[in-house]
């Protein structure tokens, strides 16, 4: 099958292993190779040196085992990658980053672990990645910022006139399975425009990275089920054109940006199981969401839950008053302080008055008092 452009035999019962003699199907012109949704084990064998035009690599739904081979870095035309729900390991492939092309990378449902380096060789890594889904590994580390910094293909907001465009790999349109609003949803056609982060279900800490916020095409954003901590940031409000955010079972805090309320096309949010705090923002979308959207947050007050905000209100303000008199200097301590030396002084001069009789320097201001008293009677 020397001009074969597409391989499709997902959605069978295949067993075995992908045999090496694949990469010399099709010669030069294979486009597409689906194999997803069967039961192959064993590993990918390292045979895709000659995939000069390969446009997509589908293994999905299988059993596979090893690491990601290192000749896939040579397929510059390559558009989708998705080796989820496998068995594979080993650490972040990030010589990936040096495909130009590359639009959609899943590797979820993995047992992929280890920190998320930016490689070295690779100076401006994913230009074009719109699906980029980890979820559902053992990754850990902070986010990878510096991937975030050069995601250019989710900055760009596709403007509604515009005819749909969607993921075209090889004479066929990229389907998808993926998370949204907390539920598997298939997409049979990915609009190129739907861009999607997916690093739920992890290792990560530390705080999230600010430079989210300029992903402005962002469809959904799920970091859920990770150990992030600190705020939500308020450049979150910047994500235009979010549908679905998912920021759960973490371990953020302080209040709920306002800005985020300005999210018209948001019709999930699940930011419960934090330690958030604070009274949460109303209007627009804010006012469709339900209580567990919220729930899992002992500090945070105000509809959609029972809990009232009064008490959250007088508690800061108290706070606020001791803050100001310490900043001032009229604390309690040195109050008590004068008054116990000034008790002390008392005491001390009232003995020695009451055990001497009268001294002199008190004999002398009495008297001269005496003496201007008469002096006006006169």
């Known amino acids: 099958m020397k001009k ?12 075995g292993h992908i045999p090496d003699w694949v990469g010399e199907i099709g010669g030069n012109r294979l486009l597409v190779l689906d194999l997803s949704n069967n039961s192959i084990a064993g590993t ?15 293994l999905n739904g299988n059993q596979l085992e090893g690491e990601i081979p290192t000749s896939l870095y040579k397929c510059h035309s390559l558009k989708v990658l998705d080796l989820g729900n496998n068995y594979l390991n080993g650490t972040f492939p990030s010589w990936l980053g040096n495909l130009p092309n590359l639009q959609a990378f899943i590797l979820k449902s993995n047992n992929f672990h280890g920190y998320i380096f930016n490689s070295s060789d690779v100076e401006f890594p994913f230009p074009s990645l719109r699906v980029f889904d980890l979820s559902n590994n053992g990754f850990q580390g902070r986010l990878p910022e510096n991937y ?13 006139a515009t005819k749909p465009e969607y993921l075209y790999i090889g004479g066929q349109y990229y389907s998808i399975m993926i998370v949204v609003k907390g539920a598997d949803q298939e997409i049979p056609r990915l609009f190129v425009e739907y861009t999607i982060v997916d690093l739920s279900n992890n290792k990560f800490e530390n705080e999230i990275p600010n430079i989210i916020g300029n992903l402005r095409s962002l469809k959904v954003l799920d970091l859920s089920h990770n150990k992030l901590n600190g705020r939500i940031p308020k450049s979150f409000g910047k994500l235009s054109e979010i549908e679905s955010l998912d920021l759960s079972c973490n371990q953020l805090t302080g209040e709920i940006p306002p800005s985020l309320v300005a999210l018209t096309f948001l019709s999930f949010l699940n930011i419960s199981q934090n330690h958030l705090m604070g009274r949460i923002p109303q209007g627009k979308q804010f006012n469709t969401f339900e209580g ?13 839950l029972l809990k009232e905000c009064d008490q959250y209100r007088r508690k800061p303000q108290v706070e606020g008053v001791d803050e100001d008199k310490e900043k001032s200097g009229l604390t309690w301590k040195p109050v008590i302080l004068g008054y116990s030396c000034g008790t002390l002084l008392g005491l001390v001069l009232g003995y020695l008055m ?6 002199k320097w008190f004999n002398a201001l009495a008297d001269a008092a005496e003496h201007r008293i008469l002096k006006r009677q006169t």
């Open 4 to 15: 074969l452009e597409s391989l499709d035999i997902s959605n069978n019962d295949i067993h």
């Open 44 to 58: 990918i064998p390292n045979v895709y040196d000659a995939f000069v035009a390969f446009e997509g690599l589908i």
């Open 148 to 160: 975030f910094l050069n995601f250019n293909a989710m900055k760009k907001v596709v403007k509604k």
């Open 292 to 304: 567990n959207s919220f729930g899992g947050n002992p500090e945070l007050c105000g509809l959609p």
């Open 354 to 359: 009451l055990s001497t009789g009268r001294p």
